[in-house]
């Protein structure tokens, strides 16, 4: 379970920042950032975050408004990034994917001292003084905080998504390559602006 050890290591505020989407063929790669400004928090979130992928969807969306209703409270703030597909295709997946977390830490309402970045990879240039967790969604609360909202934030941008293109099934695959986007493909082919054209199954697609 996550706790504060890791965000007490630093002398002041500390941002917890997680991506989601990397791995989908179509849609944006987002990141959350979540710096907890009070930890006298609700136990549906002291007792609930965790790594966003071993929690079910309805867990995640639970979680996702406490975390929003928190910050209307003034005990945490929220930051929100996202890089296009464009972006991805035109830097590759990991830089923009750094774009992305760099663009949450700036939505933030405010500084904070240092940043605890989920995975092993380090973005150059961070805005803050930056710290790579392996894993860190299931140990540190800022990083499960923002994992949460990095997946159910973009969760609900795919499932617009579908409401516009109805065929490709992203409401349930948020942009994966599952059967449903696969036949989506064969039938509709891929739509501009939304399909990572730099991924290896679009490209099949573009060929034919």
Known sequence: MPDFEIEDKFDGYVAGIDEAGRGPWAGPVVA????ILDRNLPDILLNGLNDSKKLSASKREKLYNALLEQEKLGKISIGIGEA????????????????????????LKLCPVAALIDGNQLPREFPVKAKTVVKGDAKSYSIAAASIMAKVYRDHYMAKLAEKYPYYGFEKNAGYGTKAHINGLKEHGII??????????IQEFLQK
Request: glycine residues 6%.
């Open 192 to 201: 501009e602006g939304v399909h990572r054209k730099s991924y290896k199954p």
């Open 84 to 107: 296009s597909c464009e972006e991805i295709d035109s830097l590759n997946i990991l830089q923009a994917t750094f774009l992305a977390m760099k663009r949450a830490e700036q939505k």
């Open 32 to 35: 959350g950032a979540v710096v």
